[in-house]
């Protein structure tokens, strides 16, 4: 049982950076139990919330990152591969979200708005 969510508790999503930042977006939390949900499985968080600071430092990461407002989060779940939970993602949210595809984990961000990418 999590403190957030039935699945999900706050430690999952705080900066790796030891800041003590832990912000998860209502929505996004809902999302995350919708993919749980929905394969049955477990779901591991590898890319939380992230402090400025700790953004800065993160490859790849754009100044505006999703994640340093909470409203993202790069994750796997048990058992099913990335592609599956990106398709299903863009599947279920069409119009919306930002939705990225990477070889070992899914990126999901709750923008108003459309993006998609390819790592």
């Known amino acids: 049982m999590g403190d957030l969510t039935e699945h999900f508790s706050r430690h999952e999503f705080a900066c790796r950076c030891g800041c003590g930042m832990a912000a ?8 995350l139990e919708a993919v749980r949900d ?10 939380p919330c992230r402090c400025a600071g700790h ?10 990152s999703y994640h340093t407002k909470g409203m993202a989060a790069d994750f796997t779940v048990a058992g099913i591969a990335a592609k599956q939970v990106a398709d ?32």
């Open 38 to 47: 929905f394969f049955a499985m477990p779901i591991t968080i590898t890319g």
């Open 55 to 64: 953004n800065a430092m993160t490859v790849g990461a754009s100044r505006g």
């Open 24 to 31: 998860a977006d209502v929505e996004l939390l809902q999302v």
């Open 88 to 119: 299903y993602l863009e599947k279920m949210h069409p119009d919306r979200y930002g939705i990225g595809r990477y070889p070992d984990r899914t990126h999901l961000d709750v923008r108003p708005n459309k993006a998609r990418w390819r790592a």
